[in-house]
């Protein structure tokens, strides 16, 4: 017998596993975990806060999914996390679907690689997406530049947008 077969007999297909959302929803808590982990070693791993922020953006993005699937529709193959939390039903503030779209960028290249792919990248993102997370400021001559507090992705505003996707996760469950 195939292997193919084998799968097939068992139930362990492609279109099977696509339509769990269960698998979707145990995805993500894998890397909800992870980003937990590593939030907790941050001052001993080398480039912890990329690390942390991919495993955020993809455990959100699954958490996402899952939810899409619970409620009878395929995943969209797509990263954007906004266009995901909008076809999701999610709502997330203002503020939070800031800190979506610099996860989403991060998650896009800057957590994998050391550059984007082209030059007009790199660019957008520092000159406009992160701009828009700090915050500058002049007193007299000195200069203050920090992040925004209710859009960068912390892990306090991390574990609020997975607590808010978790929140609607647990809604949409039948009881």
Not at 21 to 50: C, P, T
Not at 119 to 137: G, L, M, P
Request: glycine residues 4%; proline residues 3%.
């Amino acid at each position: 017998m195939k292997r193919k077969e084998v799968r097939e007999i068992t139930g362990y297909t492609f279109a099977n596993e696509r339509s769990k959302e269960e698998s979707w929803y145990n995805s993500a808590i894998s890397f909800h975990e992870g980003a937990s982990i590593l939030a907790q070693h941050k001052d001993s791993i080398q480039g912890s806060v990329r690390v942390f922020l991919v495993n955020v953006a993809l455990s959100l993005e699954l958490l996402l999914k899952a939810i899409i699937v619970a409620q009878g529709e395929s995943a969209p193959p797509i990263h954007a996390l906004r266009d995901l939390a909008d076809k999701a039903g999610v709502d997330f503030t203002k503020s939070q679907k800031a800190t979506l779209e610099l996860l989403e960028e991060i998650f896009k290249w800057s957590g994998r690689y050391p550059v984007p792919n082209k030059a007009s990248d790199w660019d957008t993102y520092h000159d406009q997406i992160f701009e828009r997370h700090v915050i500058r400021e002049r007193v007299g001559n000195t200069s203050i530049t920090r992040a925004n507090r209710e859009t960068f992705p912390s892990i306090e505003n991390c574990d609020e947008l997975w607590t808010i996707g978790n929140r609607k996760w647990d809604e949409i469950q039948p009881h």
